[in-house]
């Protein structure tokens, strides 16, 4: 049995840790609110922007684009998303699996791949496994900038275009509320444009600019928007899955801080117990 001056250096222990977790579940419930109120207003802005195009573009005659092209798929860029920081339960880990699957399935398909990591945690990931990443783009999350998203949504799209990947995938946490992040793998390139509607519900639209060039203009647009709408709920899953460790570590601390006190208590009484057999054994 562990003596009462263990037992209270393990108290004191566990309420210091107590206390940084506090903190950090705090910090980590005020970048969630700030991040949470940013992506939903731009994921209802992506959305609009989404259907406005599809809408115009749905009653004219078809359509091409150069992101639209569809080819045997011999080389993909995937683009994973993580956390620069731990501490946040199984966010990263759940990545690193996914995207590990995912490498293991193309180089058996014969594939090759291209790594373009945002975070540290999946960089480090992938370079203790052997692989080459571009890491341009690693730290773009630090300051959520639309710009540096931007830049990123412009290389893949050049990728893209020159024919030097076939696909662009993109692997990340959707953020749906504060207990739950789900793991999100989606196309970025081809985009899938809209179909001509054959039934006479179709709107008439007269297009100025002309349609060809509303599409070169939002369609770029759109991609840009959508990188940078991931790296926000990228960013915005993180403060709630690093929330949600927090809270969960506060609550464990909360069960042994009991269990020690208890342990303590008794070994304590026991003490006094045994010092006052010992005093009656000698008066006796």
């Not at 922007?49 to 749905?58: D, F, N, R, V, Y």
Request: with cysteine; glycine share 4%; hydrophobic share 40%.
């Amino acid at each position: 049995m562990a003596s009462l001056k263990e037992i209270k250096i393990r108290l004191a222990s566990i309420r210091n840790t107590q206390k940084i977790t506090s903190a950090m579940k705090m910090v980590s419930s005020a970048k969630l609110h700030h991040t949470q109120t940013i992506v939903e207003r731009m994921l209802a802005y992506e959305s609009k922007l989404s259907t406005l195009l599809e809408g115009t573009l749905a009653a004219e005659s078809e359509q091409t684009s150069p992101y639209a092209a569809c080819r045997e798929v011999k080389q993909v860029a995937i683009v994973a998303f993580s956390s620069n920081t731990g501490l946040c339960g199984a966010f990263n880990a759940n990545i690193w699996k996914e995207l590990a699957t995912r490498l293991q399935h193309y180089k058996t398909e014969g594939v090759a791949v291209r790594l373009y990591p945002v975070g540290k945690k999946i960089a480090d990931e992938l370079h203790k496994a052997g692989y080459q990443t571009d890491d341009s783009y690693l730290s773009i999350a630090d300051k959520l900038d639309y710009e540096d998203a931007s830049k990123l949504a412009t290389a893949l799209m050049t990728l893209y275009t020159s024919e030097e990947v076939d696909r662009v995938e993109l692997l990340y946490h959707h953020f749906k509320n504060r207990a739950e992040q789900i793991l999100t793998e989606k196309v970025f390139l081809p985009v899938t444009l809209p179909e001509v509607e054959s039934s006479g519900t179709s709107f008439n639209y007269i297009l100025e600019p002309s349609s060809e060039e509303l599409l070169a203009l939002l369609l770029p647009k759109v991609l840009h928007l959508h990188i940078y709408t991931t790296l926000l709920d990228t960013v915005t899953a993180e403060h709630a899955a690093r929330m949600l460790a927090m809270q969960i570590a506060n609550d464990n601390a909360n069960d042994l801080i009991q269990e020690l006190t208890l342990q303590y208590n008794k070994t304590r009484q026991q003490a006094i117990t045994n010092e006052l057999l010992d005093i009656m054994g000698g008066a006796g």
